[in-house]
């Protein structure tokens, strides 16, 4: 079994910065994709970042410039920098790891953690 595990979430005032982090307890063969995804109160989960195993990415017209996915290979691990963060990117921020641990791929999903921008 394996656990997908996101951290950085928190309270911050419109125009802070947070970091999210998200990490595997169990090393992957191999992942063919890492993203971020949220979902606010009353909303469907949207995406809002995503990295590919080549390295290109892609983002949510609404955080294009103000978000940065990156990844970390060799720790299995992915990164959300968001700056200039506003009331709207309040929601419950998940990670997904598309991938395959041992022989068995499929999609995993951390428990998220709460980003809250509010002064």
């Known amino acids: 079994q394996v656990r997908i595990v996101e951290s950085g979430g928190g309270l911050v005032q419109p125009g802070g910065s947070l970091r999210l982090s998200c990490a595997a307890s169990?090393?992957?063969?191999?992942?063919?994709?890492m993203a971020w995804y949220r979902q606010a109160p009353g909303k469907q989960r949207e995406l809002v970042a995503g990295?590919?195993?080549?390295?290109?990415?892609n983002y949510a017209d609404s955080v294009k410039g103000r978000f940065t996915i990156s990844r970390d290979n060799a720790k299995n691990t992915v990164y959300l920098q968001m700056n200039n963060l506003k009331p709207d990117d309040t929601a419950v921020y998940y990670c997904?790891?598309?991938?395959?641990?041992?022989?068995?791929?499929?999609?995993?999903w951390g428990q998220g953690t709460q980003v809250t921008v509010s002064s």
């Open positions: 997904l790891l598309v991938g395959t641990i041992a022989t068995v791929r499929g999609d995993y």
């Open positions: 990295i590919i195993s080549g390295g290109n990415t």
């Open positions: 169990r090393r992957f063969f191999s992942i063919d994709r």
